[in-house]
Every structure is written in structure tokens, then in C-alpha cells.
């Protein structure tokens, strides 16, 4: 298994570009989500979803989009790009299929905007 | 709403000396708690979890932590700190009625003197 894996590693975007992180599990978990990691401040929910089809907004969803057509993808789109996302941002999936499991962290995507 | 609090936010230890890292948790019902450890530049990992039962629970790595109910927390030790173990580490809480929303602390960073 691959587990979690999230692309691009780095991104440099410029103020109102927009752009896709992609993530993919291939465990079959049925619950995925994005954090964002800012010095200081811990993990914050972006957004995520409990099953294909469904996603629902976390601690700081403004400014992020989010769909999940199959259970393996959870693509994070940034609609027009502004310096304050800039932050590493960690896709994780998760299931409760034998009670709560912990949570499995890609890489993280280390983005910054000018 | 939960919440996670980790007091110290940098913390220095001799090698070969014992650590604890505090994590104190709000939550309504039965707690599900995990600590990960997150090295430079990577993403996080699980070094144990807490559903029920015995509330010593060991993880990888040496490491072990004790839920204590009256005291709402969590506290992560280790006997005998090696060099390697320098990193941040998180607290966590979730529950499996709100499975992929884990809310965590702002983390501790531990620095390890030779």
C-alpha cells in the first residue's frame, strides 16, 4: 500500500492564481480530510468528507473548495490564491470501520504564495 | 466542541533523561486520544491511541501515555529520551461520531542536549 499521497511536494503561486493539491489513499477509508499546518498553531481543519459524494466544512474552509468523486481521491482547490494560505497543508484519511482508527498523513504540500 | 491544550510549547531534555509532554482535552463524552510525532519536513505519525480500557497505553518507540479522566488529560512519557526522539509532537482528540475531525493541539517541540 501507498497509503496516503499528496502532489505537489512544494508550489509557488502568485496572489489570484488558483490551483488543485491533489491526495489519494488507497486503503479504502471512508473518511478523508485537509489540515492546514501554520507555525504556532497546530493542525487546523480545512475540510473533509465521510464518504464519496459528501464533504463538509471544517475550522477554516474560506477560500478552499472541495470534492470527493471516488473514495480515493480528495482533491483541495485554492479558487484565487492569496499570501495568508501560505502554510504546509496535510491531506489524512481515516475509518471506523473497527472503531475510531487513527488518523494516516500524506507528506504534506509546502505552498507559498507571493 | 472539543478542544486540546499543550501547555509547554518548547521543552529541552538531556539525553537519557525521562520526558513527559502534557495534553489536557475537553470533550463531552468518552474521548478517543491519540499523540503523533511529526520529524522536520515530514508528516505526522502515530505513536499511540486511547479508545477505552486500560489507561496505560503503550506505543512505538519506547513512548506510553496515561488517560486520566478526572484530570482530562493525556500525558505522553518516556523513561530514557534518545536523540532521535527530537521532533513535535500532538495531541489529539476525535470521537466516532465526528471520525476524520480530529482536533488537535498546537503541539510541543522537544529539543534533545547531548
Known amino acids: 500500500n501507498a497509503g496516503v499521497t499528496q502532489t505537489p511536494k512544494f508550489q509557488v503561486l502568485k496572489t489570484g492564481q488558483s490551483m488543485t493539491l491533489q491526495c489519494a489513499q488507497d486503503m479504502n477509508h471512508e473518511y478523508m480530510s485537509w489540515y492546514r499546518q501554520d507555525p504556532g498553531m497546530g493542525l487546523r481543519l480545512i475540510h473533509y468528507?465521510?464518504?464519496?459524494?459528501?464533504?463538509d466544512q471544517g475550522e477554516v474552509p474560506n477560500g478552499y473548495n472541495v470534492s470527493r468523486s471516488t473514495t480515493e481521491d480528495f482533491p483541495l482547490r485554492l479558487l484565487s490564491a492569496a499570501p495568508s494560505q501560505t502554510s504546509v497543508y496535510f491531506c489524512?484519511?481515516?475509518?471506523?470501520?473497527?472503531?475510531?482508527?487513527?488518523?494516516?498523513f500524506g507528506p504534506g504540500t509546502r505552498l507559498t504564495v507571493t | 466542541a472539543q478542544s486540546v491544550t499543550q501547555p509547554d510549547i518548547h521543552i529541552t531534555v538531556s539525553e537519557g533523561a525521562s520526558l513527559e509532554l502534557r495534553c489536557n482535552y475537553s470533550y463531552g463524552a468518552t474521548p478517543y486520544l491519540f499523540w503523533y510525532v511529526q520529524s522536520p519536513g515530514q508528516g505526522l505519525q502515530l505513536l499511540l491511541k486511547?479508545?477505552?480500557?486500560?489507561?496505560l497505553v503503550q506505543g512505538i518507540k519506547g513512548f506510553e501515555a496515561e488517560f486520566k479522566r478526572s484530570q482530562s488529560s493525556f500525558n505522553l512519557r518516556k523513561p530514557s529520551v534518545h536523540w532521535s526522539d527530537a521532533a513535535e509532537y500532538f495531541c489529539a482528540v476525535g470521537s466516532n461520531t465526528n471520525a476524520g475531525k480530529s482536533t488537535f493541539g498546537d503541539g510541543t517541540t522537544l529539543t534533545v542536549k547531548p
Open positions: 486511547y479508545f477505552s480500557g486500560d489507561t
Open positions: 489524512a484519511s481515516s475509518s471506523t470501520r473497527t472503531g475510531l482508527d487513527e488518523q494516516y
Open positions: 468528507s465521510v464518504g464519496a459524494g459528501i464533504t
